[in-house]
C-alpha cells in the first residue's frame, strides 16, 4: 500500500526558499510518479510538479516554473520540493501524492494519484 508523509513547511518572508519533503514508505520511487500539490483557502487543490522515478522526468506547472524545482533521493526513499522565491500567492497547505505507474510522464492532475498525504503548510507573508 502507498503511503506519504510530507515535512518541511514553515513560514518565510516574499522572496524566501523552503524544501519540503515527501517520504515513501511501502513502494521505491522506481515505476513511481510523485506529484506536489497545493491549495490556498477557498481554491481548489492545484498541481505544480511531479517526477516520474523511473524515467527522472518531471513536469512544471507554468505558474512555479523556474522558482521550484523536484528531485528524489532513491536511497531515502524521498521526494524533495525546492521552493525559492517565494510569493504571497504560493501560500497553502502542500500535499504529496503518489502512483504506481510505468508511464515516463507524469500528470499534475489529481485524478492521476492514488495515495496523498496529509499536507503541510506554508505561509509566505511579510
Known amino acids: 500500500q502507498l503511503h506519504v508523509v510530507e515535512s518541511g513547511g514553515g513560514s518565510v518572508q516574499p522572496g524566501g526558499s523552503l524544501r519540503l519533503s515527501c517520504t515513501a514508505s511501502?513502494?521505491?520511487?522506481?515505476?513511481?510518479?510523485i506529484g506536489w500539490f497545493r491549495q490556498a483557502p477557498g481554491k481548489e487543490r492545484e498541481g505544480v510538479i511531479c517526477?516520474?522515478?523511473?524515467?527522472?522526468?518531471?513536469t512544471i506547472d507554468e505558474s512555479v516554473k523556474g522558482r521550484f524545482t523536484i528531485s528524489g533521493d532513491g536511497a531515502k526513499n524521498t521526494v524533495y520540493l525546492q521552493m525559492n522565491n517565494l510569493q504571497p500567492e504560493d501560500t497553502g497547505v502542500y500535499y504529496c501524492?503518489?502512483?504506481?505507474?510505468?508511464?515516463?510522464?507524469?500528470?499534475?492532475?489529481?485524478?492521476?494519484?492514488?495515495?496523498w498525504g496529509q499536507g503541510t503548510q506554508v505561509t509566505v507573508s511579510s
Open positions: 501524492a503518489a502512483v504506481k505507474t510505468d508511464h515516463p510522464a507524469c500528470a499534475n492532475m489529481k485524478f492521476f494519484y492514488d495515495a
Open positions: 511501502g513502494f521505491t520511487l522506481d515505476h513511481h510518479a
Open positions: 517526477l516520474v522515478g523511473s524515467s527522472g522526468r518531471a
